[in-house]
């Protein structure tokens, strides 16, 4: 049982290059999110998508776009990647709108 | 004032000590509560999963709420070193709460050393 998997774990970008991160749930579960973690800021909402076929912004859209392939895959783009944008990014499920998240293991970006 | 507040600690103990995590909020519309376990380099994962006030308890771990004072605690007991980790609280409104309320508002986390 694979719960959330997240792709790549690890990326090193340069400012300017532009790329995709892959989530994935097989809990069919309706609702996905993406969040990134910061030390001393916490878990920020980025975007989230209610259910399949929707999307919407969270606290720091700013930057980034998703994409909510089908229930299953949720994906993240950086356009044109930021030094600000270094941070770790986790992906979350949730079943429905009173259920808890289950949250993937990380990607760990660098922008240079 | 932040929705929730959660001193961030770093917070050491000896092996064997009751651990006790604290946070408060200031939204009255929260009425699910949940802990989260962190450790470095992995995802949360969800440790406790409370509705409304009173206390649940799973194995050493035990989860209070209230809301009449609008804060949430985490009693650990006996702790190990394995319960080295951040613990973050989260909370939601729910599905019927309105406006954004359903979706989970986290703290920042406090980090745990149980030293052996």
């Known amino acids: 049982n694979a719960g959330v998997t997240q792709t790549p774990k690890f990326q090193v970008l340069k400012t300017g290059q532009s790329m995709t991160l892959q989530c994935a749930q097989d809990m069919n579960h309706n609702s996905m999110y993406w969040y990134r973690q910061d030390p001393g800021m916490g878990l920020r909402l980025i975007y989230y998508?209610?259910?399949?076929?929707?999307?919407d912004k969270g606290e720091v859209p700013n930057g980034y776009n998703v994409s909510r392939l089908n229930k299953r895959e949720f994906s993240l783009r950086l356009e044109s990647a930021a030094p600000s944008q270094t941070s770790v990014y986790f992906c979350a499920s949730q079943r429905d709108r009173d259920s808890p998240l289950h949250f993937g293991n990380g990607t760990r970006l660098t922008v240079t | 004032q932040k929705e929730v507040e959660q001193d961030p600690g770093p917070l050491s103990v000896p092996e064997g000590a009751i651990v006790s995590l604290n946070c408060t909020y200031s939204n009255s519309a929260f009425q699910y509560f949940m802990w989260y376990r962190q450790y470095s380099r992995k995802g949360p994962e969800l440790l406790m999963y409370t509705y409304s006030s009173g206390n649940k308890e799973d194995g050493r771990f035990t989860a209070q709420v209230d809301k009449s004072s609008k804060y949430i605690s985490l009693f650990i007991r006996d702790s190990q070193p394995s319960d080295s980790a951040t613990y973050l609280c989260a909370m939601s409104g729910g599905a019927y709460s309105g406006g954004s309320n359903y979706k989970l508002t986290f703290g920042k986390g406090t980090l745990l050393t149980v030293n052996p």
């Open positions: 998508s209610a259910s399949e076929g929707t999307t």
